[in-house]
Each structure stands twice: as structure tokens, then as C-alpha cells.
């Protein structure tokens, strides 16, 4: 069975920058299938950053110009670049796939405090 680990959350002051990571073990599946969620206190859980079919990226609005998604096929681990970072930015990130496949168990997702 695969699991999901994240990890790089922490608290930062706003304009900051930090680097999540997503370690996947367990199981052999495809990267390109991966995106980053997150969720706010009292919020859904929504989609931020993600791989398109043949390799390209996309991502919310609200994150767009400010975090880049990548992955390391090698390491079988997904990171999330985040920059620029809001206090909006603040939730529990998880990674997990976005198509193709069933939702993977959910990993227990890493915090991101962003304080103004």
C-alpha cells in the first residue's frame, strides 16, 4: 500500500518562502498523476498545484505566480515551492493524486503558519 509524507511546514512571517516535500513509498504509480491540496481551519480541502496530462502544471488562482510544484521520479518525491508566502497561505498541506487513480490514504499533511 502507498504512503503519503509530507513534510517542510513550519512558521514563517509573510513574504517568506519554504519548500514541502512528498515522500511516496510503498507502491510503483506515476508522479504525473500528483498535486498538492490543502486546508484551512474551517475550509475545504482544495487542489492548489497539480500535473496535467504530458507534464505540465496548473494551479489555483491564489497560488499562481507564487508556488511552483516538481517532482524527482528518482526519489519518488513531489515538493511544493512556495513563495511569496500570505497569511492566506495558511493550512494543513497534503499531497495526494488528482486523477487517473483513486485517492491514495491520505498523509497526516504538514502545517504552514504564515503570520503578517
Known amino acids: 500500500q502507498v504512503q503519503l509524507v509530507e513534510s517542510g511546514g513550519g512558521l514563517v512571517q509573510a513574504g517568506a518562502s519554504l519548500r514541502l516535500s512528498c515522500a511516496a513509498s510503498g507502491s510503483i504509480f506515476s508522479l504525473n498523476f500528483m498535486g498538492w491540496y490543502r486546508q484551512a481551519p474551517g475550509k475545504q480541502r482544495e487542489l492548489v498545484a497539480y500535473?496535467?496530462?504530458?507534464?505540465?502544471?496548473n494551479y489555483a488562482d491564489s497560488v499562481k505566480g507564487r508556488f511552483t510544484i516538481s517532482k524527482d521520479n528518482a526519489k519518488n518525491t513531489v515538493y511544493l515551492q512556495m513563495n511569496s508566502l500570505k497569511p492566506e497561505d495558511t493550512a494543513v498541506y497534503y499531497c495526494?493524486?488528482?486523477?487517473?487513480?483513486?485517492?491514495?490514504?491520505w498523509g497526516q499533511g504538514t502545517q504552514v503558519t504564515v503570520s503578517s
Open positions: 495526494n493524486v488528482v486523477r487517473g487513480i483513486p485517492y491514495l490514504p
Open positions: 500535473f496535467t496530462g504530458g507534464g505540465n502544471t
